[in-house]
């Protein structure tokens, strides 16, 4: 039985198709994040001599508006569709990408800082949970803009035939990118704060 793609609301759910499922994976990424959080907690709590590292705070809270800002214009995008503003939207989604990349560039920088200093996985359980933690979440921006550059590029031409089926779609991401920036807001200050 195949499951039909709905725009309109479910009476049983209160959501549309692509709605119900995004959350339902977002729950499954919670799991994910929890337990890399937790394992970040109870090694840190249990560790008798803790290693403390200095991480670059004014770059993490650089990337920490960078991503805000994004969460801003991808709902921007998602609005701009909801008034019809094909140009709009794409000026928006166009931003959001543009931030999303700007961010995994500063990332990067920090990360080549770190290996020149020889602060690898391997040094000590610091900075073997922070590579863990900000590769993971780095991963998921990647796979988020790849979604938006899909949907820039030739996953635009749903709009002319189905524009409210792009808009949940866009909506969709829009939820997967809030969710990823969110879990920058745990990242930063676990790592650089405390």
Same mark, same amino acid.
């Given at each position: 039985?195949?499951?039909?793609? %709905?725009? =309109?609301?479910?009476?049983? %759910?209160?959501?549309? +198709?692509?709605?119900?499922?995004?959350?339902?994976? #977002?729950?499954?990424?919670?799991?994910?994040? *929890?337990?890399?959080?937790?394992?970040?907690?109870? /090694? &840190?709590?249990?560790?008798?001599?803790?290693?403390?590292?200095?991480?670059?705070?004014?770059?993490?809270?650089? +990337?920490?508006?960078?991503?805000?800002?994004?969460?801003?214009?991808?709902?921007?995008?998602?609005?701009?569709?909801?008034?019809?503003?094909?140009? &709009? !939207?794409?000026?928006? /989604?166009? #931003?959001?990408?543009?931030?999303?990349?700007?961010?995994?560039?500063?990332? /990067? %920088? =920090?990360?080549?800082?770190? @290996?020149?200093?020889? =602060?690898?996985?391997?040094?000590?359980?610091?900075? *073997?949970?922070?590579?863990?933690? %900000? *590769?993971? !979440?780095?991963? !998921?921006?990647?796979?988020? #803009?790849?979604?938006?550059?899909?949907?820039?590029?030739?996953?635009?031409?749903?709009?002319?035939? &189905?524009?409210?089926?792009?808009? +949940? &779609? @866009? =909506?969709? @991401?829009?939820?997967?990118? !809030?969710?990823?920036?969110?879990?920058?807001?745990?990242?930063?200050?676990?790592?650089?704060? #405390?």
């Amino acid at each position: 039985m195949q499951i039909p793609y %709905t725009v =309109e609301t479910r009476p049983d %759910t209160g959501l549309y +198709n692509a709605k119900l499922g995004i959350w339902l994976f #977002l729950a499954s990424e919670v799991m994910l994040f *929890a337990g890399l959080f937790s394992s970040y907690i109870l /090694l &840190r709590t249990g560790s008798v001599a803790w290693p403390r590292h200095m991480l670059p705070v004014g770059l993490a809270t650089l +990337n920490t508006a960078i991503l805000i800002a994004s969460s801003m214009t991808m709902v921007m995008a998602w609005a701009a569709l909801r008034m019809n503003n094909w140009a &709009r !939207h794409r000026v928006f /989604l166009g #931003l959001t990408v543009l931030l999303g990349l700007v961010f995994l560039g500063i990332k /990067l %920088t =920090e990360y080549r800082e770190h @290996i020149a200093a020889g =602060e690898l996985p391997s040094r000590d359980t610091f900075f *073997a949970i922070y590579y863990t933690l %900000t *590769a993971v !979440h780095a991963l !998921h921006i990647v796979g988020g #803009l790849i979604v938006m550059l899909y949907f820039l590029g030739p996953g635009s031409r749903l709009w002319a035939q &189905r524009p409210e089926q792009f808009t +949940n &779609r @866009i =909506e969709s @991401i829009g939820l997967y990118w !809030h969710f990823v920036d969110f879990m920058w807001i745990f990242i930063f200050p676990l790592l650089y704060l #405390l």
